[in-house]
């Protein structure tokens, strides 16, 4: 579609004012983690992840240095939060039982196959699906 080239959007804000422009492009900026959770919360995402971990995937995207177009529900199929122990159940980790730190097998399985953007207080793990 013509004049999408750069677009940095916000969810899907001002999304039938880019439809009904020919050349022009609308920018909207993201320039805090509060505004990135009020967005998952205007897409009604608000909850698929905690308050810390869209702090997380904030300041990931922050650092990548670029523009890039915000999509929510792309992010919420592309990236997950979960515990070391469900993780380890869903993708089948051989979790070697003699080891305590199986959140620690588990981030380095993770970064083996995907990436790990951080771990919460609570001990959870946000990382990119696979």
Known sequence: MQGFDGLTLAGAVNLR????????M???????A?????????????????????????????ELGEDIELDVIAICCDYSED??????QNY???????DDDIAQQVI???????????VTGEGTLVYANF
């Open 17 to 24: 004012s880019i439809l009904t422009l020919e050349n022009d």
């Open 26 to 32: 609308i920018y909207t900026t993201i320039d805090n």
């Open 34 to 62: 509060s505004q990135f959770r009020d967005e998952f919360h205007r897409c009604g995402r608000g909850t698929q992840f905690s308050y810390e971990a869209l702090g997380l995937l904030f300041d990931y995207f922050d």
């Open 83 to 88: 515990t070391p122990e469900s993780i380890a």
């Open 92 to 98: 089948d980790i051989d979790i070697d039982e003699d």
């Open 108 to 118: 380095d399985y993770l970064e083996h196959h995907s990436c790990v953007i951080g």
